[in-house]
T-cell receptor
Framework: DGGITQSPKYLFRKEGQNVTLSCEQNLNHDAMYWYRQDPGQGLRLIYYSQIVNDFQKGDIAEGYSVSREKKESFPLTVTSAQKNPTAFYLC???????????FGSGTRLTVV | DQQVKQNSPSLSVQEGRISILNCDYTNSMFDYFLWYKKYPAEGPTFLISISSIKDKNEDGRFTVFLNKSAKHLSLHIVPSQPGDSAVYFCAASASYGGSQGNLIFGKGTKLSVKP
């Protein structure tokens, strides 16, 4: 079955440590996205990539980094520079120019 | 500045009645609108969409209405069922511009359908 997989579902890290969230899709989608959800804040775009080896900053990119070395994979690194990293992170993918996103099931990151 | 606004954080409706969720937008370049449904600790799932060339799109119990002059859209669920209880996100996109294809989401409305 085609889909988009985020792992792990829950992640705990100590303050000051970098952490990488995984996102893999086998839908052959060109574009991939990372969103962050906080209570009462909706979904805010962190980074997006429309093609391999290229990515763009979203609205809240500070403290995050990404790579897009393969079409199927778009990992997100939450660095120690991110001031409020505790949140629910969602990865999505779509065919370029098509607005129908497919979302993963999310990763809840808690930094203590 | 919020380009997509869902001004009602929550809505409570009796089972069998109509649920109406509202969404306003400010960017006149938006030409495609979508509604997503989200359960806790899960990713959003696509519900229904509408292009700016239409003013209504229907899919079973779900109907989306678009009023371009008012920059307003609404999602109607008839009849509402307890399983419809979730957070509903309105999203918009523009065909042109550097961020084409990127969806801008509202903050969501939590719908509770009571038996």
């Amino acid at each position: 079955d085609g889909g988009i997989t985020q792992s792990p579902k829950y992640l705990f890290r100590k303050e000051g440590q970098n952490v990488t969230l995984s996102c893999e899709q086998n839908l052959n989608h060109d574009a991939m996205y990372w969103y962050r959800q906080d209570p009462g804040q909706g979904l805010r775009l962190i980074y997006y990539s429309q093609i391999v080896n290229d990515f763009q900053k979203g609205d809240i990119a500070e403290g995050y980094s990404v790579s897009r070395e393969k079409k199927e994979s778009f990992p997100l690194t939450v660095t120690s520079a991110q001031k409020n990293p505790t949140a629910f992170y969602l990865c999505a993918s779509s065919i370029y120019g098509n607005y129908g996103y497919t979302f993963g099931s999310g990763t809840r990151l808690t930094v203590v | 500045d919020q380009q997509v606004k869902q001004n009602s954080p929550s809505l409570s409706v009796q089972e069998g009645r109509i649920s109406i969720l509202n969404c306003d937008y400010t960017n006149s370049m938006f030409d495609y609108f979508l509604w997503y449904k989200k359960y806790p600790a899960e990713g959003p799932t696509f519900l229904i969409s509408i292009s700016s060339i239409k003013d209504k799109n229907e899919d079973g119990r779900f109907t989306v209405f678009l009023n371009k002059s008012a920059k307003h859209l609404s999602l109607h669920i008839v009849p509402s069922q307890p399983g419809d209880s979730a957070v509903y996100f309105c999203a918009a996109s523009a065909s042109y511009g550097g961020s084409q294809g990127n969806l801008i989401f509202g903050k969501g409305t939590k719908l509770s359908v009571k038996p």
